[in-house]
Nanobody
Framework: QVQLVESGGGLVQAGGSLRLSCAASGLTFSGSAMGWFRQAPGKECEFVAAITRSGFSKNYADAVKGRFTISRDNAKSTLYLQMNSLEPVDTAVYYC?????????????????WGQGTQVTVSS
């Protein structure tokens, strides 16, 4: 049974930082491309960042480029999202997702496994 468990969310002031983690089990983590997505109330699921299974290649949404960093530790089967210079518009539930593939994707429909999400709230 595949499980993706996010942690690290919380309440932070604008300009602050948070580091999200996603612990994976039940899948071959090193064989999975991974992504972070977010969903704000009343809005659609939005791509944040993705990383190939080796960690060599990463891509980001324009809205977070230069502020967020995705990384992974295949030995620990864990995905990370370092979020700096947070803004109120970053407020959302953040989800990690996995797909058995070499390449990462910004299309949420390509991911077959999802975590339960972690709330990030940025106050102004």
């Amino acid at each position: 049974q595949v499980q993706l468990v996010e942690s690290g969310g919380g309440l932070v002031q604008a300009g602050g930082s948070l580091r999200l983690s996603c612990a994976a089990s039940g899948l071959t983590f090193s064989g999975s491309a991974m992504g972070w997505f977010r969903q704000a109330p009343g809005k659609e699921c939005e791509f944040v960042a993705a990383i190939t299974r080796s960690g060599f290649s990463k891509n980001y949404a324009d809205a977070v480029k230069g502020r967020f960093t995705i990384s992974r530790d295949n030995a620990k089967s864990t995905l990370y999202l370092q979020m700096n210079s947070l803004e109120p518009v970053d407020t959302a539930v953040y989800y990690c997702a996995a797909k058995y593939a070499l390449l990462a994707s910004s299309d949420y429909r390509q991911y077959g496994y999802w975590g339960q999400g972690t709330q990030v709230t940025v106050s102004s």
